[in-house]
T-cell receptor
């Protein structure tokens, strides 16, 4: 099935730094979701976006639904060691079938 | 609390045996559930869509006779890996979909190791 382009593929950052990652699609989506997956666990929903231009925060995490509806961004401010994991975006046209990004592996160096 | 319960979290089985993985929706009824497979450091690969009361829809390249899916009720879907081989070793994850708000929730995943 279709996969979304997610970048960067991996990031190694110092604790306290901000993180940005994005996801792009060749087609328009009506819903964007962002997940975090830790080793051996299923992905956990972080933020859900439903409208173009929408900006939503969850603690130190902020995600935006791109104006073109073909992209989305996730920012993490003041990273901490427990932010380590793989972050996935997911987009949907129908709200039922979701397409997933290739993932961004985040490593935070204390 | 958890929205989706997936069981078992880990299973080791011998080649040739079958393994059943359960996915339960705890908070809402789910007419549709999804099964994914994930290889190390890779994204989620959709295997099949499980439909309550009807046959599952399999993605291209996924053997329906090997990966049996049963969606017996509005809160339970099962994936059975039949005649397992070492190459079936992987992380299997289910997802349920809340029609009310279009949020999608994953199970905790099942690490299958076939020896």
């Amino acid at each position: 099935g279709q996969q979304l382009n997610q970048s960067p593929q991996s990031m190694f950052i110092q604790e306290g730094e901000d993180v940005s990652m994005n996801c792009t699609s060749s087609s328009i989506f009506n819903t964007w979701l962002w997940y975090k997956q830790e080793p051996g666990e299923g992905p956990v929903l972080l933020i859900a976006l439903y409208k173009a231009g929408e900006l939503t925060s969850n603690g130190r995490l902020t995600a935006q639904f791109g104006i073109t509806r073909k992209d989305s961004f996730l920012n993490i401010s003041a990273s901490i060691p427990s932010d380590v994991g793989i972050y996935f975006c997911a987009g949907s046209r129908t709200g039922n079938q979701f397409y997933f990004g290739t993932g961004t592996s985040l490593t935070v160096i204390p | 609390g958890a929205v989706v319960s997936q069981h078992p979290s880990r299973v080791i089985c011998k080649s040739g045996t079958s393994v059943k993985i359960e996915c339960r929706s705890l908070d809402f009824q789910a007419t549709t559930m999804f099964w994914y497979r994930q290889f190390p450091k890779k994204s989620l690969m959709l295997m099949a869509t499980s439909n309550e009361g009807s046959k599952a829809t399999y993605e291209q390249g996924v053997e329906k006779d090997k990966f049996l899916i049963n969606h017996a009720s509005l809160t339970l879907s099962t994936l059975t890996v039949t005649s397992a081989h070492p190459e079936d070793s992987s992380f299997y994850i289910c997802r349920v979909h809340n029609l009310l708000n279009t949020e999608a929730f994953f199970g905790q995943g099942t690490r299958l190791t076939v020896v």
